[in-house]
């Protein structure tokens, strides 16, 4: 069965650290960009990052770079967003998701085999 999991999401202060993790079963993520893509409540789901199959290329949306970072593990059919700074306005349920689409694709249209999230809550 294709799958992808989300975990390590949680409730961290306001200026701390996360790390996600996406992994596949029934399936190998090296051939797929992978996406990170993050929702709130009453708001539309927006792109945060993504990187090419190979990890060579990485895209951030403005409101994450230079405080979130994504990297991929082929051998262990996982990807991660490791989250820093933590401001409450990233909190969100967190899903990544598979493409084949050229280049670093940002719409989540692009994307097919999503998660199911993984909750992420900044709080104090």
């Known amino acids: 069965q294709v799958q992808l999991v989300e975990s390590g999401g949680g409730l961290v202060q306001p200026g701390g650290s996360l790390r996600l993790s996406c992994a596949a079963s029934g399936f190998t993520l090296d051939s797929y960009v992978i996406g990170w893509f993050r929702q709130a409540p009453g708001k539309e789901r927006e792109g945060v990052s993504c990187?090419?199959?190979?990890?060579?290329?990485?895209y951030y949306a403005d409101s994450v770079k230079g405080r979130f970072t994504i990297s991929r593990d082929n051998a262990k059919n996982t990807v991660y967003l490791q989250m820093n700074s933590l401001k409450p306005e990233d909190a969100a349920v967190y899903y990544c998701a598979t493409s084949i689409v050229a280049g670093l694709p940002y719409y989540a249209y692009e994307y097919f085999y999503w998660g199911q999230g993984t909750q992420v809550t900044v709080s104090s």
């Open positions: 990187i090419s199959s190979s990890g060579d290329s990485t």
